[in-house]
């Protein structure tokens, strides 16, 4: 009796190469144990099509899902690759930043994580979207959670629009943005996301050439990341003590006055910039050690990375959410203290979507003027103008 049993498993089939993700089981199929339960893939004399049913059925039995039986129709994997595509299409034309390409990519990448690539889109479901909801905020806070439920729900719109599908995409109730309750708490749980006067000054006076100049542009202009990172030096009147250009997110006029401390800073950033590396950043005012743009469409954005560093040798990197954007922020803040929230909304680029806006044909410089003085005053507390640096 022994010797006969090893007989039979002596017959067993060898892997077809070290790496096969399957063994083979003594009711002589293909199996493999996912989840703590074995299943099965195919008889021990076809191990290529066992490979490909495991490899169909992999993404759904790994996540704890019955794997659903293939068939015509809209996939996961399908909707993905076109609406990516089509997407890219946008960046191509410069319509979409590459940035926002990449929040859609990485939201595409979370569908699939959580449906899989052969799930028909016609076989979702509410419950489906509830779980992918629920994973969605065990990674983000309220904000970030609600952003990426927005980039879903476009993800399924355009498979509608683009008449993939024949009718909407129904979520259920459970699959909604968080409430503005919900946000309202979350925000006050962080604290306020700018800076106080006596910060910045030390971050002024500890910053190195060009972020020094990056930090001015901030809070006397409302410049975020890309605002500094794709600035050309035909935007600056640095002896007018201007700057015209328009937002890189919304392509909105901006025409804002600069004080003379950020025209002294623009001029030093200028005078010591790296070589550039080709024609189109030497269009640039600001370049890294290696002649090549600030702009980097990613989360550890350089002109990020360096504010952090400082705030962390300024030990001023306690509060939640302070970046370099926070100079934005602040900016807001404090610009709208001058009583003049439609000279703010100009310099910040912000368009407002009401029947003013619609007849308003322009603001004046000199409202301008008055809200970046008042920056200015709370920043320098009353300090002098020196007019000697912007004619410098």
């Not at 300090?383 to 912007?390: G, I, Q, V």
Request: net charge positive; aromatic share 8%.
């Amino acid at each position: 009796m022994a010797q006969s049993t090893r007989s039979r498993l002596s017959c067993k089939p060898v892997k077809p190469y070290k790496d096969f993700p399957l063994f083979p089981h003594a009711t002589k199929r293909w199996a493999k144990k996912i989840r703590g339960k074995l299943h099965y893939f195919g008889p021990w004399s076809d191990p290529e099509g066992a490979l490909k049913k495991y490899l169909d059925q992999r993404d759904d039995l790994h996540a704890g899902r019955a794997p659903r039986a293939s068939g015509e129709g809209l996939t996961v994997r399908d909707l993905v690759n076109r609406f990516l595509t089509t997407k890219r299409h946008l960046v191509d034309t410069c319509e979409i930043t590459q940035r926002t390409f990449a929040d859609y990519h990485a939201t595409c990448g979370r569908i699939v994580e959580a449906f899989g690539l052969t799930r028909l889109v016609n076989d979702l479901a509410g419950d489906d979207f509830e779980r992918l909801r629920k994973d969605l905020a065990k990674r983000w806070g309220p904000v970030a959670l609600g952003n990426d439920i927005q980039r879903v729900r476009v993800v399924f719109r355009y498979a509608y629009e683009a008449g993939l599908i024949d009718k909407p995409m129904r979520y259920g109730p459970g699959f909604k943005r968080p409430s503005k309750k919900t946000l309202r708490k979350a925000r006050a749980a962080k604290g306020p996301r700018m800076f106080e006067a006596e910060e910045l000054r030390r971050m002024i006076e500890a910053a190195n050439v060009p972020l020094k100049a990056m930090i001015l542009l901030g809070i006397n202009c409302g410049f975020g990341n890309a605002d500094c990172g794709t600035l050309p030096r035909e935007a600056l009147d640095l002896a007018g003590g201007w700057v015209d250009f328009p937002r890189p997110k919304t392509g909105i006029d901006r025409r804002i006055p600069l004080w003379a401390e950020t025209v002294a800073a623009l001029r030093e950033a200028i005078d010591r910039r790296p070589r550039p590396c080709n024609e189109k950043a030497d269009r640039l005012v600001f370049l890294t050690q290696r002649g090549r743009s600030w702009a980097k469409e990613t989360c550890d954005n350089p002109i990020s990375k360096e504010t952090a560093k400082l705030l962390k040798e300024l030990k001023i990197n306690g509060r939640v959410g302070l970046n370099f954007y926070a100079l934005r922020h602040t900016f807001e803040t404090i610009g709208g203290e001058a009583k003049d929230q439609v000279a703010v909304d100009s310099i910040m680029g912000h368009a407002r979507e009401d029947m003013a806006s619609v007849y308003r044909e322009r603001v004046s410089d000199e409202r301008r003027q008055a809200v970046t003085n008042h920056v200015r005053r709370w920043l320098f507390e009353e300090t002098p103008l020196n007019d000697s640096a912007a004619s410098s």
